[in-house]
C-alpha cells in the first residue's frame, strides 16, 4: 500500500513537472516569435496633457493628440482596470483629428478616486464633464468594454447630446446590458455575483491588505497564460500581454470592487432604439470577456450601427489588431466629423 502510494504520488509529481515545462515552452516560443517585442509599452504619452478636478474631491487625468483648438474631436474611455495607456496605438492621433485621452477615476494618474458612490452614473457624469472641459462641440466617443457601456450611460442619462453634441460611438468589445452576463460561463458569473455581493463588500474593506497580497504574488507563467486567455485571441503579442497584466496588477483593489458592484445594475438595451447616431460597433471573434453575441445585440439594437468582427482577436481590439482598429477608427472620425483641422490647413 504505501509503494503504491509513494508511486502514484511520484506519477503526481512527474506530471504536474511536465506540464510546467510544457507551460514554459509555449510561453518562450510566444516569446521569440513576437512581431511586438520592440513596443515601449506605457512609454507613450500624448502632445499635451492636465488634471481636471471635480467637486466631490476627483481627479481626472486627461491627455490629447492633435491640434489644441479643434472644436470637433474624439474622447477615448479605455476599459476596467486599465488606463489610457491601452490606447498606444492611437495615442500619436488618428488622421489629423483632435483626440483626448483620460483615465477613469480612481484608475492611473487619476487620483484621488472622490467621494462620490461608484457607479456607471458618475462615471458618465464624469465623461460629460471631460467633454465639457475640453470645449468639444461635436464629439465621437471612442468606448472600450466599460469604456463603451459608460458612453452609451450617458448617451441614454442626457439624450439631449444624441446628435447635438455626441455625433457618433465607437464600442469596441463592448456589452449593452450587465458585464456579468456577457463574458463566458455568464450565467454562473451572475449568480456568483449576487452570492458574492456581501463578502466583496469585505474584502473591498480590507482593500489595502489585498493590494499588499497583490505586490507580493510575482508575475508567472500561469497569470501569462491565464491573461492571454482570458483577453486575447489566439495570436496575441506577448508584449501586449505582458502590458496588459502590469495593468491589471497596479489598478487599486478598491477601484476593482467598484467596478464589480457598478456593473451589476447596468443595462442600456430600453435606451438603444434612441441613440439614432451612426456607430461602430467592433467585436472579437475569441472575445471570452465580452462575448460576440454581446456586440451583435448592441448592433441589432442600434439603429445606425455597423458591425465589423474581427477574426481571432480576443478582448484588447485596439491593440491585437491596431492597424485594422486605426484604419476603420480614421474612416469613421471621418465621416461623423468632417476632415480634420489639420486636412483643412494643409
Known amino acids: 500500500m504505501a509503494r503504491r502510494g509513494l508511486l502514484a504520488l511520484a506519477g503526481t509529481a512527474v506530471g504536474v513537472g511536465a506540464g510546467l515545462v510544457a507551460q514554459r515552452s509555449v510561453v518562450n516560443r510566444r516569446r521569440r516569435n513576437d512581431p511586438e517585442v520592440g513596443e515601449r509599452f506605457g512609454e507613450r504619452r500624448g ?24 472644436t470637433k474631436g474624439a474622447v477615448f474611455l479605455h476599459g476596467s482596470a486599465l488606463r489610457t495607456d491601452l490606447w498606444y496605438y492611437q495615442l500619436p492621433g488618428i488622421g489629423g483629428h483632435r483626440c483626448v485621452f483620460y483615465d477613469l477615476r480612481g484608475h492611473g494618474l487619476s487620483e484621488p478616486k472622490g ?29 472600450h468594454s466599460i469604456g463603451g457601456m459608460v458612453a452609451l450611460e450617458l448617451c441614454a442619462a442626457d439624450p439631449g447630446l444624441v446628435g447635438s453634441v455626441v455625433k457618433g460611438l465607437v464600442l469596441a468589445n463592448t456589452t449593452p446590458s450587465p458585464a456579468t452576463e456577457t463574458t463566458i460561463g455568464g450565467a454562473a458569473l451572475a449568480r456568483a455575483e449576487r452570492f458574492l455581493r456581501n463578502p466583496l463588500d469585505v474584502l473591498s474593506s480590507h482593500h489595502e491588505r489585498v493590494d499588499r497580497l497583490r505586490k507580493i504574488i ?16 489566439p495570436d496575441g503579442s506577448a508584449r501586449q500581454i505582458d502590458f496588459a497584466s502590469d495593468m491589471l496588477a497596479e489598478t487599486p483593489g478598491h477601484v476593482l470592487f467598484d467596478l464589480v458592484r457598478s456593473y451589476g445594475a447596468y443595462d442600456v438595451r430600453s435606451h438603444l432604439g434612441d441613440i439614432a447616431i451612426p456607430a461602430l460597433v467592433i467585436a472579437g471573434s475569441h472575445d471570452r470577456i465580452t462575448v460576440p453575441t454581446a456586440s ?9 450601427a455597423e458591425l465589423t468582427v474581427l477574426q ?4 484588447m481590439s485596439m491593440l491585437e489588431r491596431h492597424q485594422d482598429f486605426n484604419t476603420m477608427l480614421e474612416r469613421f472620425l471621418d465621416d461623423s466629423l468632417g476632415r480634420s483641422v489639420m486636412e483643412e490647413r494643409g
Open 47 to 70: 502632445d499635451r496633457s492636465r488634471y481636471l478636478d471635480l467637486p466631490d474631491g476627483a481627479r481626472l487625468f486627461v491627455e490629447e493628440s492633435g491640434p489644441a483648438d479643434a
Open 115 to 143: 467621494d462620490k458612490e461608484f457607479s456607471m452614473e458618475v462615471l458618465a457624469e464624469d465623461l460629460a464633464a471631460v467633454i465639457a472641459d475640453s470645449g468639444l462641440d461635436e464629439v465621437v466617443l471612442v468606448g
Open 218 to 233: 510575482r508575475p508567472t507563467d500561469q497569470i501569462f497564460l491565464a491573461v492571454s486567455f482570458a483577453a486575447f485571441g
Open 296 to 304: 451583435e445585440e448592441l448592433a441589432e439594437l442600434l439603429p445606425k
Open 312 to 315: 481571432r482577436c480576443g478582448h
